[in-house]
């Protein structure tokens, strides 16, 4: 099973079986990989802000340069929600279409039942690992 299959799969699954319609899990898998990207770009800038020398310094003054003297929570709005918007209309335009989504659906209805149950664990381990270093190194820099 791939991480797509499972995605989609899973989320279908879990909406279908509550009695709803199973496409709006289309949504919801568009939005956790969505997330999911998100998280890992934000983990790569952190590994290198941690172990690059002097990419610290070049980030924030470029940021500086651009954004002036806003506030941290003000310019990671300005960054995090138009990069959240462009990384969902770009999956929903590649692999989040409504015809990859029934295909990877269709695919992942054929598992047996044991195998669609541990999906989600496909799912949450690689977001946890992505938390966890975020996380970890946002910390360690307190």
């Known amino acids: 099973m791939t991480f797509l299959e499972a995605l989609y799969g899973s989320q279908y699954y879990e909406i279908h079986q509550k009695g709803r319609d199973g496409n709006k899990g289309r949504l919801n898998g568009n939005l956790f990989l969505s997330a999911l990207i998100v998280l890992f770009i934000l983990a790569v800038m952190m590994i290198s802000i941690s172990f690059v020398p002097g990419f610290n310094e070049?980030?924030?003054k470029s940021i500086r340069s651009v954004f002036t003297y806003s506030s941290g929570k003000s310019i990671?709005?300005?960054?995090a929600i138009?990069?959240?918007?462009?990384?969902?209309f770009v999956i929903i335009k590649t692999?989040?279409?409504?015809?990859n989504f029934k295909n990877k659906v269709e695919t992942f209805?054929?598992?047996p039942d044991e195998v669609k149950r541990k999906a989600n664990a496909k799912l949450l381990i690689p977001f946890f690992i992505l938390l966890i270093i975020v996380f970890g190194l946002a910390f360690s820099k307190l």
């Open 82 to 88: 138009p990069l959240f918007g462009i990384i969902y």
């Open 109 to 111: 209805m054929q598992y």
């Open 95 to 99: 692999v989040g279409s409504e015809s």
């Open 76 to 79: 990671g709005k300005i960054l």
């Open 58 to 60: 070049s980030l924030t």
